[in-house]
C-alpha cells in the first residue's frame, strides 16, 4: 500500500484520513531512522576498522621494541644492584670514619693530658 492510496480512501471521515496521514507520515520517517542507522553502522564499522588496523600496528611496534625494553629494564636492574653496592660501601665508610675519629678524640685526650 502506497501512500497515495491512504490519503484518498473512499468514504474515509477526515479523523481517518488525518489518522492515516500520521501513519504515513511516520512511515517516511521511519524511512528516513532506517537511512541514517544504516549510515552510522557504516561509519561504526569504518572506525572498526580503523581501530583494528590500530591495534595491529601498535602490537607490531611492540614486537619491535620489547628486546629493546628488556635490554634497559636489565641494565637498569644491574645499575639498581651496583648502586645499593655503593650505598652499602659508603655506609661502611662513614662507620670507620666514626670510629676512627673516637679514637683519635681518645688518643688527642691522652695526649693533652
Keep these: 500500500m502506497n501512500e497515495d492510496s491512504t490519503k ?6 477526515p479523523f481517518e484520513q488525518r489518522v492515516l496521514a500520521e501513519f504515513a507520515a511516520l512511515r517516511g520517517e521511519v524511512a528516513e531512522i532506517r537511512v541514517q542507522q544504516t549510515a552510522t553502522a557504516k561509519n561504526i564499522a569504518a572506525l572498526d576498522q ?26 637498569l636492574k644491574k645499575l639498581d644492584e651496583k648502586f645499593t653496592l655503593f650505598i652499602r660501601d659508603l655506609y661502611d665508610v662513614r662507620g670507620d ?12 685526650r691522652r695526649v693533652l693530658s
Design 8 to 13: 484518498e480512501l473512499p468514504g474515509a471521515s
Design 50 to 75: 580503523r581501530l583494528s588496523a590500530l591495534e595491529e600496528k601498535v602490537d607490531s611496534r611492540l614486537k619491535e621494541t620489547r628486546p629493546i625494553w628488556e635490554a634497559v629494564q636489565a641494565q
Design 97 to 108: 670514619i666514626s670510629l676512627h675519629d673516637k679514637r683519635l678524640g681518645e688518643i688527642e
